[in-house]
């Protein structure tokens, strides 16, 4: 069964250093989503792209963050500098469909710890 | 913002009775899903129901809608231990990208 790839599945950093993480959808899904998941909180939508084009990245904090999906496959989500306040959990998410249609294949998820 | 709210937020059952748990959600939508998470994973859909449907059943899971209290409920049967997990609902506004709740914790005692 397809699955969404994720990596890393953990990962340590300290403050003001940059990180990275990496999702592979499954293959020939167009949309891809990053989610971030507060302890306790539901996912939180980041970013949204269709095929290599964002659709939303109204609540990604763009002074820190980037997103991009060269070639409209895989995704990489990168934090530089990171601050104690993005330890969360990263979840990649893509759908066959776009939009309000589509449901939705998660990741395992990157879980972020900054120290 | 938090569109859809869960509700009881955590909840307690004896194998093999019945779970509820409702969302509520403030603005129309063009329909509302149903995630599971088990601790510390991705989540896993469940079940999506349009605004223009009302029931929907998928094996022990039973879902309703209400658009005109906006709210919808989730119902699981015959509870078993592996239904032990967080239980999300999605709602899409309309012209709006996806919102997700809070979530409703459930444990399923043995």
Redesign the interface.
């Given at each position: 069964e397809a699955e969404?790839a994720q990596s890393p599945r953990y990962k340590i950093t300290e403050k003001s250093q940059a990180v990275a993480f990496w999702c592979d959808p499954i293959s020939g899904h167009a949309t891809l989503y990053w989610y971030r998941q507060i302890l306790?909180?539901?996912?939180?939508?980041l970013v949204?792209f269709q095929d290599e084009s964002v659709v939303?990245d109204?609540q990604l904090p763009k002074d820190r963050f980037s997103a991009e999906r060269l070639k409209g496959v895989d995704s990489t989500l990168k934090i530089q500098p990171a601050e104690l306040g993005d330890s969360a959990?990263y979840?990649c998410?893509s759908s066959l469909a776009s939009?309000?249609?589509g449901?939705?294949?998660?990741?395992?998820?990157t879980?972020l710890t900054v120290l | 913002s938090q569109q859809?709210e869960e509700d009881p937020q955590a909840l307690s059952i004896q194998e093999g009775e019945n779970a509820t748990m409702n969302c509520s959600y403030k603005t129309s939508i063009?329909?509302l899903?149903w995630?599971r998470q088990n601790s510390?994973?991705?989540?896993?859909?469940l079940i999506?129901i349009r605004s223009n449907e009302r029931e929907k059943h998928s094996g022990r899971l039973r879902v309703t809608l209400d658009t005109s209290k906006k709210s919808s409920s989730l119902l699981i049967t015959a509870s078993r231990a592996a239904d032990t997990a967080s239980y999300?609902c999605?709602t899409?506004p309309l012209n709006d990208?996806?919102?997700?709740?809070?979530?409703t914790r459930l444990h399923i005692l043995p």
């Open positions: 969404v306790g909180q539901g996912p939180e939508l949204q939303d109204s959990m979840l998410a939009g309000w249609e449901e939705q294949f998660f990741g395992p998820g879980r | 859809g063009n329909n899903q995630y510390g994973r991705g989540l896993v859909h999506l999300f999605a899409y990208k996806i919102i997700f709740g809070k979530g």
